[in-house]
């Protein structure tokens, strides 16, 4: 029996979990997600709606023609990828630096048995 054993039953991954999950770490590491998924979505759902809104009612702007046969409709389009990979790069870059290292601690602290519950 080791010197740290406080004799309790032992814990389960669902207490671990929930202690975890209550941890100031894990608080701060949701509201660091939150803070970038929910603008984020917002910024790119009314961009597609705007996208949407354009092909639906503004007919002749869309078909404004650019160059060639490539029109206004068409670079939209082809804009709502870029957009989405603009934000997948963007996301990628924001958990590297904000998210990823909180995420670390707090998976070192589960498995060294050192999760904190919140103050």
Same mark, same amino acid.
């Given at each position: 029996?080791?010197?740290?054993?406080?004799?309790?039953?032992?814990?389960?991954?669902?207490?671990?979990?929930?202690?975890?999950?209550?941890?100031?770490?894990?608080?701060?590491?949701?509201?660091?997600?939150?803070?970038?998924?929910?603008?984020?979505?917002?910024?790119?759902?009314?961009?597609?709606? +705007? !996208? &949407?809104?354009? @092909?639906?009612?503004?007919?002749?702007?869309?078909?404004? *023609?650019?160059?060639?046969? /490539?029109?206004? #409709?068409?670079?939209?389009?082809?804009?709502?990828?870029?957009?989405?990979?603009?934000?997948?790069? +963007? !996301? &990628?870059?924001? @958990?590297?630096?904000?998210?990823?290292?909180?995420?670390? *601690?707090?998976?070192?602290? /589960?498995?060294? #048995?050192?999760?904190?519950?919140?103050?």
């Amino acid at each position: 029996m080791s010197t740290t054993d406080t004799g309790g039953p032992p814990e389960t991954s669902e207490t671990i979990w929930e202690r975890a999950h209550e941890s100031t770490e894990f608080r701060e590491l949701r509201s660091r997600l939150r803070r970038f998924v929910f603008p984020m979505t917002a910024v790119f759902l009314l961009w597609y709606l +705007l !996208y &949407v809104l354009l @092909a639906d009612y503004a007919h002749e702007f869309m078909s404004t *023609k650019v160059f060639g046969n /490539i029109n206004i #409709g068409l670079i939209f389009g082809l804009l709502q990828f870029v957009s989405t990979f603009v934000i997948t790069g +963007l !996301y &990628v870059r924001y @958990a590297n630096r904000k998210l990823d290292p909180v995420a670390e *601690k707090i998976r070192e602290d /589960i498995e060294n #048995g050192a999760v904190k519950e919140h103050e």
